[in-house]
């Protein structure tokens, strides 16, 4: 099984704060994804990457930036935390690959930004 | 472009079954899935379909597809408390380069003992 593993479940940071969010997966996946989750709004995709050093910008982009130096690993960076971005935060991996390329999710990070 | 919508919430007794519906424009070839998320976890997939396919069917699992109006169902037979979750509906379009998935809303599917 694929397994997208968020480092933290839970996080709350202040006003003005950079913050990391880290996600790794285990089935040298080529593509990786940040969504954030809202109510009544679904997922929103942020950032993603289709391999080493390489990024796209998804749907809402402002105010985050990413870094993948490793295939396994994909970092979303909050570059100054403000209180809008208190939300639901998912990392998702697929096989580009595989036609249908599945996306697998990890548990997410709920961060409150104070 | 690409927009996927669904109904908010749909409440069911145990043993009925429900039917959790989506719409999307996107008109090129397109994978569609349903994706199940439980209280504070992450999204689990649960089944998906080609657009050249009518219907796929997963033991308690039925997805149909109507190509011509665009919409999509998930049928979740004798429906048990432990289906209680939220269901999204999501595509991917396989002509236009795009890797991401676009998601509907989620539908919070209530099941009531």
């Known amino acids: 099984d694929v397994k997208v593993t968020q480092s933290s479940r839970y996080l709350v940071k202040r006003t003005g704060e950079k913050v990391f969010l880290e996600c790794v997966q285990d089935?040298?996946?080529?593509?990786m994804f940040w969504y954030r989750q809202d109510p009544g709004l679904g997922l929103r995709l942020i950032y993603f990457s289709y391999d080493v050093k390489m990024k796209e910008k998804g749907d809402i982009p402002e105010g985050y930036s990413v870094s993948r130096e490793k295939k396994e690993r994909f970092s979303l960076i909050l570059e100054s935390a403000s209180t809008n971005q208190t939300s639901m935060y998912l990392c998702?991996?697929?096989?580009?690959?595989?036609?249908?390329?599945?996306?697998?999710f990890g548990d997410g990070t709920r961060l409150s930004i104070l | 472009g690409e927009d996927v919508e669904q109904s908010l919430f749909l409440s069911v007794r145990e043993g009925d079954s429900s039917v959790i519906n989506c719409t999307y424009t996107d008109s090129s070839s397109t994978y569609l899935y349903w994706y199940k998320q439980e209280p504070g976890a992450g999204l689990q997939l649960l089944t998906y379909?080609?657009?050249?396919?009518d219907m796929k069917q997963d033991q308690r699992l039925t997805v149909l597809l109507n190509k011509k109006d665009k919409h999509l169902s998930l049928r979740i037979a004798d429906t048990q408390t432990g289906d209680s979750a939220i269901y999204f509906c999501a595509e991917i379009p396989m002509d236009t380069g795009r890797r991401a998935l676009t998601f509907g809303s989620g539908t919070r599917l209530q099941v009531q003992p």
């Open positions: 379909i080609f657009s050249n396919m």
């Open positions: 089935m040298d996946h080529e593509n």
């Open positions: 998702a991996s697929s096989d580009s690959g595989v036609s249908n390329q599945p996306q697998h």
